[in-house]
């Protein structure tokens, strides 16, 4: 099992660019979450699927979208960048529904920086 | 809505002092406790966890108990070592709100040899 992986690990953007920052599991998770991490702050959600065809948001998901084809990708695009979001952004899966409740597998991490 | 609040670090000891890191927390409801250790340049794992008033969690000698009355999730390991130098997390979840997990803003730990 390679567990939760993201791609990339690093990546410099310009204001205004686009990206998709990728994540995949091979666990068969139900629930899929994507967090960022800033100082101080801990992390916070952006977007979850509690399933395939399923998302929903969380405390922070202007400039973000998501969606869940399938069970195992859940990308997080970033639509227009801005200096603000910089920061490092974590993936997550646990199982259920409910899973948030569960424990929560986290990948690697990707560390983004916009200029 | 639910809320999580960590001492704050950094907090450096000597290996084998004992290590207290306060945590409390505010939620409707019944939520579950948790701590997620992150090591350095890795994604965070879960740590211990307690579901339900009076539970204590424990792992790798880490030990914390939910207590309902003093809103309260503390860690303690009595004897630190080298290799537990990490940031420490704690979290709740299913308090009532929205299906996600709550972090603390997080306590950096260093031990020193």
């Known amino acids: 099992n390679a567990g939760v992986t993201q791609t990339p690990k690093f990546q410099v953007l310009k204001t205004g660019q686009s990206m998709t920052l990728q994540c995949a599991q091979d666990?068969?998770?139900?629930?899929m979450s994507w967090y960022r991490q800033d100082p101080g702050m801990g992390l916070r959600l952006i977007h979850y699927s509690v399933g395939a065809g399923i998302t929903d948001q969380g405390e922070v998901p202007n400039g973000y979208n998501v969606s869940r084809s399938t069970t195992e990708d859940f990308p997080l695009r970033l639509l227009s960048a801005a200096p603000s979001q910089t920061s490092v952004y974590f993936c997550?899966?646990?199982?259920?529904?409910?899973?948030?409740?569960?424990?929560?597998?986290f990948g690697p991490g990707t560390r983004l920086t916009v200029l | 809505g639910d809320s999580v609040t960590q001492m704050e670090g950094p907090v450096t000891l000597s290996e084998e002092a004992f290590l207290t890191i306060n945590c409390t927390y505010t939620?409707?409801?019944?939520?579950?406790l948790f701590w997620y250790v992150q090591y350095p340049g890795e994604g965070l794992q879960l740590l211990l966890k307690?579901?339900?008033?009076?539970d204590k969690g424990s792992n790798k000698g880490f030990e914390a108990t939910y207590r309902k009355e003093t809103t309260s999730f503390h860690l303690e390991k009595g004897s630190v070592q080298v290799s537990d130098s990490a940031v420490y997390f704690c979290?709740?979840?299913?308090?009532?709100?929205?299906?996600?997990?709550?972090f603390g803003s997080g306590t950096q730990l260093t031990v020193l040899p």
């Open positions: 666990m068969n998770h139900e629930y």
């Open positions: 307690a579901t339900k008033a009076d």
């Open positions: 939620a409707t409801g019944y939520p579950s």
């Open positions: 979290a709740l979840s299913g308090g009532g709100s929205a299906r996600q997990l709550t």
């Open positions: 997550a899966s646990s199982s259920g529904s409910w899973g948030y409740s569960n424990e929560q597998f």
